[in-house]
């Protein structure tokens, strides 16, 4: 039986991946050396379609790292020097702040209720931070921020860093760039790859501030501080030996999406979640995570199944369909069903066809 991964990553493959793959093999990818000619049009094929897919600015800097967890490191050892500012709302975004603190900053922090958004309008956020963290669309609870709040944050706090995990919005998240420090994610979710490669895209505020740490001999990491990232970005390389599979993979899929266009890509991804959520509002039994319309992630839907989770997640699994359990302390009661751009219209109406 065919089975179609609704998981919220690894999830399911963009059906040309296989052919991707083969494409990679024949043409020696897996082999050649990360400082040759092969390995530069690699790098800066990927980085340009990337840049081009989600509209970044063409000054920012692209660099490839192991994974989005990676990532948190790097921004906050980079960034900050003493203070960082986390809004939390999930488990990744604990994870962002639990990060800042084992690096031993003086992290704060403002919390939601799981399932809610925040009410920006009176957050007060003291101390001038360094570094701002917004988790824009939490993968654990199926929370997402509007970056209109994001952007406000930037313009009340322009010294501080804006850094945003968009881990399961990216590429349905329409952000713009100018308005913000740093993004990052990794690839085995909306763009639908194997996993193992982590993408952070900073701007020149974040050099800046790397390069002012690094000059007050506080430790910025080794390989893959900011500093050394950049030296081999310029050239199109990295500080070592890359996953260049993926590299190569994710210039592929970035490629074919610019193709398809990535307005449809954002307008079929809203069908499909209202498709979803219109369907559990109206289920006698199960019903959407997160009850604020204005807060729920288009991309990740958490459906309250309480103690019939085993029977949900079977009953769709027994026709080939995959989905997630909750996260943490939603574990148990919870299913996720994540809606990238390669799931298919048909199957999410499947799903409700099974659940009906």
């Not at 968009?166 to 990052?184: E, G, H, Q």
């Not at 007050?216 to 599979?245: M, R």
């Not at 006698?284 to 958490?302: C, E, G, L, M």
């Amino acid at each position: 039986m065919k089975k179609i991964f609704f998981t919220p990553g690894p999830t399911e493959l963009y059906p040309e991946v296989k052919n991707y793959i083969g494409q990679a093999l024949d043409e020696h990818v897996c082999s050649i050396n990360h400082r040759s000619n092969e390995f530069v049009e690699i790098y800066k094929f990927t980085v340009d379609n990337l840049k081009k897919l989600l509209s970044i600015p063409s000054a920012n800097h692209v660099f490839f790292l192991s994974s989005a967890t990676e990532c948190m490191d790097r921004i906050i050892q980079n960034t900050v020097i003493e203070k960082s500012f986390h809004y939390v709302n999930g488990a990744f975004a604990e994870r962002f702040y639990k990060t800042a603190v084992e690096l031993g900053k003086k992290a704060n922090k403002v919390e939601t209720i799981y399932g809610e958004g925040f009410d920006f309008m009176n957050i007060e956020i003291q101390n001038d931070p360094e570094l701002i963290c917004i988790t824009q669309n939490e993968t654990s609870t199926g929370v997402a921020i509007n970056p209109e709040n994001i952007y406000c944050l930037k313009k009340s706090f322009p010294d501080s860093i804006i850094a945003v995990d968009i881990v399961t919005s990216s590429p349905y998240v329409n952000l713009d760039y100018d308005k913000i420090d740093c993004a990052f994610f990794s690839v085995q979710k909306g763009f639908g790859l194997p996993a193992g490669l982590g993408v952070l895209i900073i701007n020149e505020q974040c050099m800046k501030k790397a390069f002012y740490l690094k000059s007050k001999n506080i430790n910025i990491g080794c390989f893959h501080n900011f500093i050394s990232l950049y030296e081999n970005a310029v050239k199109h390389q990295t500080s070592e030996t890359p996953n260049v599979l993926g590299i190569y993979l994710l210039g592929k899929v970035c490629e074919q999406l610019n193709k398809y266009g990535i307005d449809k890509v954002r307008n079929e991804t809203e069908d499909k979640a209202d498709m979803l959520y219109n369907f559990f509002e109206a289920h006698q039994h199960f019903k959407p995570f997160v009850k604020d319309i204005a807060v729920r992630s288009k991309t990740i839907i958490n459906i309250e199944v309480g103690e019939r989770q085993g029977e949900v997640k079977k009953m769709l699994s027994d026709e080939g369909i995959l989905v997630g359990s909750g996260y943490g302390m939603l574990k148990d009661t919870q299913i996720r069903i994540a809606n990238f751009p390669m799931h298919q219209l048909k199957d999410v109406k499947s799903i409700t066809e099974i659940l009906k």
